[in-house]
Structure formats: structure tokens, C-alpha cells
């Protein structure tokens, strides 16, 4: 997000965002070892893709090497889905595999994925989280 320090910003998301990074040195600076091996990303777009892939994805889709639960593993997957559909960029294809998962099925896997998991999302949510997906390198 290369206008992440811009001033175009809303008063109101340039505050939020002070806050979050309030919060993120105060987190820092309690020094807990942290209760979630997986930590939060700082963007707040990002972050908010985090959300939505816990809270929708993570009972599919695992964040720890070769490990299946009912999905693929997300490790690597931002590298790997540049390559999955020819002509299709990262995150053209992240978005197809949310909004439409049975146009492209993981070698290996069944087409399980809920075709209507999208549904519920806004355009916005979306984007927060392929944002969040192309971190997964
Ligand atoms: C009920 C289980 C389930 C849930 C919930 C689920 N998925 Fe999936 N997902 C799968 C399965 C099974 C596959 C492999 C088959 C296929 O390609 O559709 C898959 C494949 C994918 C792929 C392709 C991975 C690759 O290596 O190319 C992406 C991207 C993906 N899911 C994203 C998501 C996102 C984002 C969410 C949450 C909004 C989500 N999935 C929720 C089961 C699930």
C-alpha cells in the first residue's frame, strides 16, 4: 500500500491508524510473549483481511506448512497464485478462488470450498482480504 503514509487519508482512518500503532507499541511494550503464535499484521487494511480470513477461512485453511484441514495450506500462497491461472495476476486469481471457487480446483483437493462464502463480504472486505492473502509469501 504504497499511499499508506500519504495525507489523503480521512481524518478519521489517519486517527485510526495512530491508534492502532498506539496500541501495537503498547502491546510491544507490556513485553507478553503473546497468547497467538500468529501475529497481527500492522497495516490496518491487512489487518482487517486477518480478521475476516480467522474468522471465514481459518476452519478450511491452515496458516502452518503442508498441513491440510479441509483446504490447502495458505503458507506460500501468495508466490504460488501468480502461477495457478495463465493470464491471471495474484490477486486476479484470489479473487476468482473467493468469489468463484469451483472455476479453478487444487490439484488433490475436492471442490469444498463454499461457493457462497463471498456472499457476505462487501467489495471492501474483499480487498482487505486478498490483501491480507498476498502477504502469505
Ligand atoms: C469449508 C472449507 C473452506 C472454507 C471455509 C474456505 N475454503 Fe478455501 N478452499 C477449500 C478447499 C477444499 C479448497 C481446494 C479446492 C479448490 O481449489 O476449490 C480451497 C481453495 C482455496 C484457494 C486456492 C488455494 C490455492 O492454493 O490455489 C483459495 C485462495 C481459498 N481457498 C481461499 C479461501 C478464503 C479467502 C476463504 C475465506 C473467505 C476460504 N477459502 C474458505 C475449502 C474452504
Redesign the pocket.
Known sequence: MSHLFGFRFELGRKFLFLTLIFLAVLATSCGGSGNDSIPTPDDPVVAKGFG??KD??A???SLKPDTT????S?VG?AT??ST?MDGFSARE??RL??MK??I???DG??????VN??AR?SDEEVDA?ISY?LTLE
Do not use: E, Q, T
Not at 484441514?69 to 490447502?72: K, S
Not at 483437493?109 to 463454499?114: E, G, Q, R, S, V
Open positions: 475476516i480470513f471465514h477461512c476452519s478450511c485453511h484441514i479441509v483446504g490447502p495458505f500462497l504460488r497464485a495457478r486469481y484470489l478462488s473467493i471457487p469451483d479453478y480446483i487444487v483437493f475436492k471442490n469444498l470450498m463454499p462464502v463471498a463480504f482480504l492473502l
